[in-house]
């Protein structure tokens, strides 16, 4: 059977729905988020909507949380004549579940989300690791009275106000090597961390501010055995809520690098490791099976003494070699051909890498640097040549601190390639992959949909966005579709020609479909040049879909298609059916195509039909376009929304011309309201100031004809002078004068009407509104005019 893309609905865990309409639920924050492997943990859940969860869904191996009934509080009160006890916790606001991790669970970051009839919650991340992990003690006054711990730990805590400090006083040997690794900026927290060690008379003995980033990172040898007092503030002196950071601390394995950073599937790498407390294992052999999957893992190096930090390392399927070292100038280049991948180190400070390229076709090729996003410190300087020693290209910064650089080789020509750091450090641990390949040139798409979480009322529908990026020249028809789906549920395809950018898909469900919350996976297909091209559609977050008891109300349109010209408007009539039992205000909306504005329509109680007018601007792009027209109410404290069962073709026409107000001079092409203003004079006044004047611009999309120009709105004792705009010509002047009849203070709204005969049809278009402001006369210039001139004498 041929495979078509779809959408994937398997039923996980129905659950009963009530009379109400339950909330989506939300999670904020969990008690705790760092568990050891092979412990059981109570973990409370914060959020919203939460008293109705049914289901926990964690994600990952060997993890599962498992619901605890609620219990009574901690402290209870009696009273002696009764009436008075604690408030309990409201269900809604928090939930306990006992989160298991197995022994064998995979290390690293698990999503937990909870379920309910009102749809699956946004996800917590909880991280599992291999040391004993505890929360924040309660602090002490000082170093002094420093909670002691037990090494090797984890802690998670917080920096809860400014100028605070945490202290953790540990117990450690003479010689046994300590690591201490904070994280907190490169989590997203804004502590900037200082940890400082100190001896048991308070004395500092080690520091670090920046080892990662901004996060301290510190290993530390005690020269005798005794008490050490950790002690962790912001660099700043700031603190609050969110200053939380994670520390792992004790003698734990510790990989500062590896080197190369990955390798071509079927082949055995030797991997060379940095670090500490890694049992002498400097090297080792690492096979990468035929079918490894492609793209970056993450590995760590377990010995006796636990499980190591997690460092990157990317399976390739291209050919790789490294570099040969000498190569530091550029006639002891290394000679490659590609596609290749070179793995090597700017082994020292000044050092440069060169490399000789020589390409068997005319053809393109990129030259990348992968470095920095494997943690190495290399800010890559990328150099291309000629054989003459021209520099072609150069380039620093094209995916953060990693160079990148795209050129059109000629056959059997040398190139030559140099690579150094931006500012000349150097080192072990200055590694990098110098990938070249050809260019992704293959005609090519993507969808993204802009939901994750979808809730579709039995007996209504639900929309979804989904936008298509072309790329390399894709012009085939990208179509998204559905697959198999659980009875009831339904789809209306959406198809997206080439010149749209997308579109919506629509999902129904029948009266009796099944209620639950069911996985949800989106799927397109396209088609270029007779070759079928299928991708999976990227959710804006791990999709799910959610059917719930039917709307009260729901929404229709009677038009399957609505005509517009560009700068007018149009009118689509809508129907909403109410439930027995609603008669609520109901706000209707539409999203249609760029350049379409609509203004909501609300239809109050006991009103169940309208229109909605879409506007076109002026510049509206013309063609034929989808609407989504939607219907949302307030119900139990929440908005429901409600698409239409199908989508409107708004079909935008083009107009032969447009005309427009505008001041004289003005560079800029206007549609905003001109202002003028002139003083009331009497007519026989020399004076400028009860004159003024604007254009009327107009651009031509076809008709070069003569226009003919009208002045609506003028007022008494105001005159005007209006001329027509030539053939050919791009505007007219029309000037304004007021006298002294005209009414001041008063502000005119004018409107100019432009009208010519094009294509068989009388076309009258309307420009924005001309504001006239009357004025009183200045003044001077009164004065003057009303001076009654002298008699001259006679001789």
């Not at 290749?340 to 990129?366: C, E, H, L």
């Not at 517009?564 to 609603?582: H, K, Y």
């Not at 009258?764 to 009164?782: F, M």
């Given at each position: ?8 609905l ?10 109400g309409?339950a909330p989506?639920?939300?999670?904020d924050s969990?008690?705790?988020?760092f568990?050891?492997r092979?412990?059981?943990n ?7 909507g939460?008293?109705?969860a049914?289901n ?8 599962k949380a498992?619901?605890v ?10 009273s ?5 006890a604690?408030?309990?916790a409201?269900?809604?606001k ?8 197995a ?5 690293g970051?698990?999503e ?14 909880l991280q ?21 711990i037990?090494?090797p730990?984890?802690i998670?805590?917080k920096?809860?106000a ?6 953790f ?5 003479a ?12 989590t ?9 060690l ?5 004395h ?12 301290p ?26 200053y ?6 004790g ?16 082949a ?26 492609l ?7 377990r010995?006796?003494?636990?499980t190591s ?5 990317e ?9 040969s070292?000498p ?8 000679a490659l051909?590609g596609?290749?991948v ?11 890498d060169f490399f000789r390229?020589?390409s ?10 992968e ?8 800010d ?5 040549e ?10 620093d910064?094209?995916v953060?601190?990693d ?5 059109d080789a000629?056959?059997?020509t040398?190139y ?12 072990d ?5 110098l990938v ?5 040139i ?33 012009d085939?028809?990208?179509r998204?579709?559905?697959?198999p ?5 339904s789809a ?11 579109g919506w898909l629509l999902?129904g469900a029948?009266e ?16 270029q ?5 299928p ?12 059917l ?7 929404v ?8 517009v ?14 439930r027995?039992g609603f ?11 760029g ?11 006991g ?15 013309t ?10 109410a307030?119900?139990?404290g929440q908005t429901?929304?409600?698409p239409?069962?199908?989508l409107?073709?708004?079909?935008v026409?083009?107009?032969p011309?447009?005309a ?12 905003d309201?001109?202002r ?11 004076s ?13 999309r076809?008709?070069?004809?003569e226009?003919a120009?009208?002045?609506?709105g003028v ?7 209006v ?21 001041v ?18 076309w ?10 009357i004025?009183a ?7 003057a ?11």
């Amino acid at each position: 059977m041929e495979a078509r893309p779809g959408l994937l609905l398997a039923l996980v865990a129905p659950v009963a729905l009530g009379a109400g309409f339950a909330p989506m639920p939300r999670l904020d924050s969990p008690s705790a988020t760092f568990f050891q492997r092979g412990t059981t943990n109570l973990l409370t859940l914060q959020g919203d909507g939460l008293g109705a969860a049914t289901n926990f869904l964690a994600g990952g191996n060997g993890v599962k949380a498992i619901r605890v009934p609620a219990g009574l509080p901690p402290v209870v009160l009696e009273s002696s004549a009764g009436g008075i006890a604690v408030q309990p916790a409201s269900p809604d606001k928090s939930v306990t579940v006992q989160w298991v991790v197995a022994k064998d669970a995979t290390l690293g970051a698990h999503e937990l989300r909870v379920a309910g009839p009102g749809g699956v919650s946004n996800p917590v991340v909880l991280q599992i690791g291999d040391v004993p992990e505890i929360a924040e003690p309660a602090p002490g006054k000082g170093w002094e009275d420093a909670p002691r711990i037990a090494l090797p730990t984890g802690i998670s805590g917080k920096i809860g106000a400014p100028a605070e400090a945490d202290h953790f006083r540990f117990h450690a040997m003479a010689g046994e090597e300590l690591v201490f690794d904070v994280q907190a900026n490169r989590t997203g927290s804004p502590l900037d961390a200082t940890l400082v060690l100190l001896d048991g008379q308070g004395h500092e003995v080690a520091r670090s501010e920046d080892g990662h980033g901004l996060d301290p990172f510190l290993v530390f040898v005690p020269k005798s055995e005794g008490d050490y007092v950790i002690r962790l503030f912001d660099l700043r002196y700031q603190g609050g809520d969110g200053y939380r950071y994670h520390l792992v601390a004790g003698a734990v394995p510790y990989v500062e690098s590896l080197f190369p950073f990955g390798g071509r599937r079927g082949a055995t790498v030797d991997v060379q490791l940095s670090g500490h407390r890694l049992a002498g294992a400097d090297r080792l052999a690492v096979a990468l099976a035929a079918d490894a999957p492609l793209g970056r893992q993450e590995l760590r190096a377990r010995t006796a003494a636990g499980t190591s930090n997690p460092v990157g390392f990317e399976v390739g399927d291209l050919p790789e070699t490294a570099e040969s070292e000498p190569n530091d100038v550029p006639d002891k280049a290394n000679a490659l051909s590609g596609p290749v991948v070179v793995n090597g180190r700017i082994g020292k400070p000044g050092d440069a890498d060169f490399f000789r390229f020589r390409s068997t076709t005319d053809q393109r090729w990129m030259v990348e640097v992968e470095a920095r996003r494997f943690g190495s410190p290399l800010d890559a300087l990328l150099t291309l040549e000629d054989g003459k020693g021209t520099v072609l290209q150069r380039n620093d910064d094209a995916v953060g601190p990693d160079a990148r650089i795209e050129f059109d080789a000629k056959k059997d020509t040398d190139y030559l390639i140099g690579l150094r750091d931006l500012t000349d450090r150097g080192g072990d641990p200055f590694g990098y992959r110098l990938v070249i390949r050809q260019p992704d040139i293959a005609p090519d798409f993507s969808v993204r949909a802009n939901a994750g979480r979808i809730r579709l009322h039995r007996g209504g529908w639900a929309a979804v966005r989904c936008d298509v990026a072309r790329r390399n020249g894709f012009d085939g028809i990208v179509r998204v579709g559905v697959g198999p789906m659980p009875p009831g549920v339904s789809a209306v395809p959406l198809t997206v020609a080439n010149g749209s950018e997308g579109g919506w898909l629509l999902l129904g469900a029948s009266e009796d479909a099944m209620p639950g919350n069911m996985p949800l996976r989106l799927g397109a297909s396209g088609e270029q040049g007779g070759r079928a091209v299928p991708h999976d559609v990227a959710l804006s977050e791990a999709g799910w879909l959610t059917l719930l008891p039917p709307a009260p109300f729901t929404v229709d349109v009677a038009q399957a298609s609505v005509p517009v010209e560009q700068n007018s408007s149009a009118t689509l009539d809508v129907a909403i059916t109410r439930r027995a039992g609603f008669d609520g205000e109901v706000k209707v909306l539409g999203e249609g195509p760029g350049g379409v504005s609509i203004a909501a329509l609300v239809l109050p109680s006991g009103k169940s039909r309208g229109q909605l007018v879409l506007n076109a601007s002026y510049n509206a792009a013309t063609g034929t376009r989808p609407l989504l027209v939607r219907a949302e109410a307030g119900v139990d404290g929440q908005t429901l929304v409600q698409p239409a069962p199908r989508l409107v073709d708004v079909t935008v026409r083009g107009i032969p011309l447009f005309a427009t107000a505008m001041l004289p001079g003005s560079p800029f092409f206007r549609t905003d309201a001109v202002r003028l203003s002139a003083a009331a004079l009497p007519t026989n006044s020399t004076s400028a100031a009860n004159s003024t004047e604007f254009v009327v611009k107009v651009e031509r999309r076809g008709y070069e004809g003569e226009v003919a120009l009208a002045l609506e709105g003028v007022p008494d004792g105001v005159t005007a002078t209006v001329q027509p705009v030539t053939a050919k010509a791009r505007e007219a002047s029309i000037r304004l004068l007021a006298t002294d009849k005209a009414a001041v203070g008063k502000e005119h709204d004018l409107v100019v009407v432009a009208t010519f005969t094009h294509g068989d049809r009388l076309w009258r278009q309307k420009t924005q509104p001309v504001k006239l402001q009357i004025l009183a006369p200045p003044t001077e210039v009164a004065a003057a005019t009303n001076a009654v001139p002298t008699a001259k004498s006679s001789p």
